[in-house]
């Protein structure tokens, strides 16, 4: 009687279990949807970048804010679960392209860390912090309880693993030179403009059309190039990222094809069951249209950074700026906080907030070199590539140091904005930015009778 008693539990809780498990491949079909979301975000701002000839791929659409990374949390549901069975070739792809698609999405949205204050920021790098924090220990324990169980490695999980851990630090690294460079920034178009209008004698609301034209290609420049956005973009971390992205969009390929040699294909093992397959498809066409706008950052860097290469010794290429360090500095060299009557515990204190800030200045220090390194390294393979004539490399390439549009009258690159240590902007940029401002001039010259145009200018790009 006891043993049928016990037998009856046992189906009831087996049947219990598979009653709770059947709205699984429901929640699978929840994280494609999410991971389509974003997928779909990215490719409309590489599109958007592309069809405004903006390489720099501003963040219109996909930007790091409390949406995206709900939608990011939600797509990273698998990798973070650790009560089903995910040991199937299936499930280990889709743990993988979960990883990898978290990278390309970090990647992606980096330039928007430009157009962000300082308390949307910080809440924003917590909250990331503690998914990827989580994401990682998440999965260094999944491996930990499988590595017995599955016959083959799966060291690319662990491979996008780093290259998401690599993706925090230097989205950190980054954030901390958003407002140092957003001030300098603002100081160099102050003065630019005043001496803009200086130049052309501006003091009136009637001006005339030629002088006009003038002042608008000027201030557009100047707005175009100090763009929090664009000056982002055109770091060396940020360029990194990219190629970072690329790097695991790699991976993800190559796990692709080197599971099914070394693992038969089984039925679905976990819960998920046929929801995996649209997870592992829809994040893996995520990956491969997110990897667009950071690849093509790079690529623009490392190829205009290939003109410059003989401009500069290796000791000032490697030269860190004050712009990078300038924000833990000040915290270092700042009071403490907190009033602390105790004088021992007080220096105890500032002794070790001086210690954690230096092995943060020396961390970001390795990182802008590891950075500037690999833009180097880009940079040179390009070079070599061009001197073997593999790939023709236009004039494109030129320092855009020359007049654009053919008015002899206005050098711009007198107004682009720029941060010490940078070495320009390409051609193609500034010609794209040179033909927005000439179409600006026949908005304006159109669009505002009784208006005074630079005051109207002025308030549409500061």
Same mark, same amino acid.
């Given at each position: 009687?006891?043993?049928?008693?016990?037998?009856?539990?046992?189906?009831?809780?087996?049947?219990?279990?598979?009653?709770?498990?059947?709205?699984?491949?429901?929640?699978?079909?929840?994280?494609?949807?999410?991971? &389509?979301?974003?997928?779909?975000?990215?490719?409309?701002?590489?599109?958007?970048?592309?069809?405004?000839?903006?390489?720099?791929?501003?963040?219109?659409?996909? +930007?790091?804010?409390?949406?995206?990374?709900?939608?990011?949390? &939600?797509?990273?549901?698998?990798?973070?679960?650790?009560?089903?069975?995910?040991?199937?070739?299936?499930?280990?792809?889709?743990?993988?392209?979960?990883?990898?698609?978290?990278?390309?999405?970090?990647?992606?949205?980096? !330039?928007?860390?430009?157009?962000?204050?300082?308390?949307?920021?910080?809440?924003?790098?917590?909250?990331?912090?503690?998914?990827?924090?989580?994401?990682? /220990?998440?999965?260094?324990?999944?491996?930990?309880?499988?590595?017995?169980?599955?016959?083959?490695?799966?060291?690319?999980?662990?491979?996008?693993?780093?290259?998401?851990?690599?993706?925090?630090?230097?989205?950190?690294?980054?954030?901390? !030179?958003?407002?140092?460079?957003?001030?300098?920034?603002?100081?160099?178009?102050?003065?630019?403009?005043?001496?803009?209008?200086?130049?052309?004698?501006?003091?009136?609301?009637?001006?005339?059309?030629?002088?006009?034209?003038?002042?608008?290609?000027?201030?557009?420049?100047?707005?175009?190039?100090?763009?929090?956005?664009? /000056?982002?973009?055109?770091?060396?971390?940020?360029?990194?990222?990219?190629?970072?992205?690329?790097? &695991?969009?790699?991976?993800?390929?190559?796990?692709?094809?080197?599971?099914?040699?070394?693992?038969?294909?089984?039925?679905?093992?976990?819960?998920?069951?046929?929801?995996?397959?649209?997870?592992?498809?829809?994040? +893996?066409?995520?990956?491969?249209?997110?990897?667009?706008?950071?690849?093509?950052?790079?690529?623009?860097?490392?190829?205009?950074?290939?003109?410059?290469?003989?401009?500069?010794?290796?000791? @000032?290429?490697?030269?860190?700026? !004050?712009?990078?360090?300038?924000?833990?500095?000040?915290?270092?060299?700042?009071?403490?906080?907190?009033?602390?009557?105790?004088?021992?515990?007080?220096?105890?204190? %500032?002794?070790?907030?001086?210690?954690?800030?230096?092995?943060?200045?020396?961390?970001?220090?390795?990182? /802008?070199?590891?950075?500037?390194?690999?833009?180097?390294? +880009?940079?040179?393979?390009?070079? %070599?590539?061009?001197?073997? @004539?593999?790939?023709?490399?236009?004039?494109?390439?030129?320092?855009?140091?020359?007049? +654009?549009?053919?008015?002899?009258?206005?050098?711009?690159?007198?107004?682009? #904005?720029?941060?010490?240590?940078?070495?320009?902007?390409?051609?193609?940029? #500034?010609?794209?930015?040179?033909?927005?401002?000439?179409?600006?001039?026949?908005?304006?010259?159109?669009?505002?009778?009784?208006?005074?145009?630079?005051?109207?200018?002025?308030?549409?790009?500061?």
């Amino acid at each position: 009687m006891d043993s049928y008693q016990g037998c009856e539990t046992s189906l009831s809780q087996i049947d219990l279990q598979a009653k709770l498990e059947s709205p699984m491949p429901w929640i699978g079909m929840y994280i494609a949807a999410a991971s &389509v979301v974003c997928s779909l975000a990215m490719a409309a701002d590489a599109f958007h970048g592309f069809r405004s000839k903006m390489l720099w791929f501003p963040c219109k659409y996909f +930007s790091f804010n409390a949406m995206s990374l709900t939608l990011l949390a &939600v797509a990273l549901k698998l990798p973070v679960d650790l009560t089903s069975d995910t040991s199937g070739m299936h499930e280990i792809l889709a743990r993988v392209s979960s990883l990898v698609f978290m990278s390309t999405a970090m990647a992606n949205f980096m !330039t928007s860390l430009g157009s962000m204050d300082d308390n949307e920021m910080l809440l924003n790098l917590a909250a990331l912090g503690i998914m990827i924090i989580t994401v990682i /220990v998440n999965v260094c324990i999944h491996y930990k309880q499988i590595s017995h169980y599955v016959g083959f490695s799966i060291g690319e999980e662990i491979v996008a693993t780093g290259f998401i851990f690599l993706s925090l630090v230097m989205f950190c690294s980054s954030a901390l !030179t958003v407002l140092t460079t957003r001030n300098y920034i603002e100081r160099m178009y102050q003065e630019m403009r005043k001496i803009a209008l200086d130049e052309e004698n501006v003091d009136g609301p009637k001006i005339p059309v030629d002088k006009l034209r003038l002042v608008v290609k000027k201030y557009w420049v100047m707005a175009a190039t100090g763009c929090p956005q664009f /000056v982002m973009a055109r770091s060396v971390t940020c360029t990194a990222s990219g190629l970072m992205c690329l790097f &695991v969009a790699i991976t993800l390929a190559e796990v692709h094809i080197r599971m099914p040699i070394v693992c038969q294909e089984d039925e679905f093992t976990s819960t998920y069951k046929w929801s995996i397959k649209w997870i592992l498809y829809v994040q +893996s066409i995520g990956v491969a249209l997110g990897t667009t706008a950071p690849a093509f950052r790079w690529f623009t860097a490392a190829r205009y950074k290939c003109s410059d290469l003989n401009r500069k010794s290796f000791k @000032n290429e490697l030269k860190i700026e !004050t712009y990078w360090i300038q924000r833990l500095v000040d915290w270092r060299e700042s009071s403490l906080p907190l009033q602390i009557q105790h004088e021992k515990w007080k220096k105890f204190l %500032h002794a070790v907030r001086r210690l954690v800030l230096n092995c943060c200045i020396g961390v970001q220090i390795l990182l /802008v070199w590891a950075s500037k390194i690999v833009l180097l390294i +880009s940079a040179l393979f390009f070079h %070599h590539i061009k001197k073997l @004539n593999i790939i023709v490399i236009g004039a494109s390439n030129n320092n855009g140091g020359s007049e +654009s549009g053919g008015d002899a009258q206005l050098d711009i690159t007198r107004y682009v #904005l720029l941060l010490p240590g940078e070495p320009g902007i390409p051609k193609e940029t #500034l010609e794209n930015i040179w033909n927005e401002a000439l179409d600006l001039t026949v908005i304006i010259e159109c669009g505002l009778p009784g208006h005074d145009p630079v005051e109207y200018l002025h308030l549409t790009l500061v």
